[in-house]
């Protein structure tokens, strides 16, 4: 098998690999080589979702994309790969994973940037929902930024209760207002559900989210 460095999930924006990598398929397609072996390997996190699963490969001196061409290389299957993707990541991250709470709505902090990819380990997000009256809710809309909260328990915020319609209102719109900042660097407008089946997309920021006062 050939000999590889340690190797991450990363999950991007769908429309990441369509904007950044097309340049550098069609500069190989020009030349001669194969477009379908330099693309990235990449599934989609959920059904409706516009996050997709990919793998980076620590080179030390960057972080570089794992092609079709180079997994063929590793000798490994995709689960395989992304089995040793999630071993290296909790390694790396798991002593500190923790939460944040805001009150109404909680942040998932792991570091190095992992918070996205928090969302590939079920148990963990089982765990979290122990106790909630109805679905775990997340948003993501950056790397480093996961929100989540309880879709039907209410809250005490600063002496008010907040209903947990208010709560996924007021989550949508730091996420939202963390989205828009993190510019290319966004990641979700999408609502997910942790369900037994994985996640499943619930909405858009846009459409949970309290209109924004001018």
């Not at 092609?67 to 790969?81: A, F, I």
């Not at 997000?125 to 109805?134: D, I, T």
């Not at 209903?163 to 939202?176: F, V």
Request: aromatic content about 8%; overall charge negative; hydrophobic content about 45%.
């Amino acid at each position: 098998m050939h000999s590889l460095p340690p190797v991450y999930p990363r999950i991007r924006n769908a429309g990441f690999f369509e904007e950044a990598m097309r340049p550098v398929l069609d500069l190989v397609e020009t030349l001669g080589g194969s477009r379908e072996a330099h693309e990235a390997v990449a599934f989609p996190l959920a059904a409706d979702s516009d996050l997709v699963v990919s793998f980076v490969v620590d080179t030390s001196a960057r972080f570089v994309t794992l092609t079709r061409e180079g997994l063929l290389e590793t000798g490994l299957d995709t689960q395989s790969m992304y089995e040793l993707a999630i071993d290296n990541m909790l390694r790396l991250v798991a002593p500190n994973v923790r939460t944040r709470d805001f009150g109404c709505y909680k942040a998932l902090v792991a570091g190095d940037g992992f918070e996205a990819c928090m969302l590939l380990l079920p148990d963990l997000w089982e765990q979290l929902a122990q106790g909630f009256e109805g679905e775990l809710v997340a948003v993501v809309p950056s790397r480093d930024v996961v929100y989540f909260t309880d879709s039907r328990g209410s809250f005490e915020s600063r002496g008010e209760t907040v209903t947990a319609a208010d709560a996924l209102g007021r989550m949508c719109c730091a996420a939202s207002k963390v989205r828009a900042a993190a510019a290319a660097d966004g990641l979700s407008g999408k609502v997910m559900a942790l369900t037994p089946d994985g996640w499943c997309v619930r909405g858009t920021l846009e459409a949970f989210a309290p209109a924004m006062e001018a």
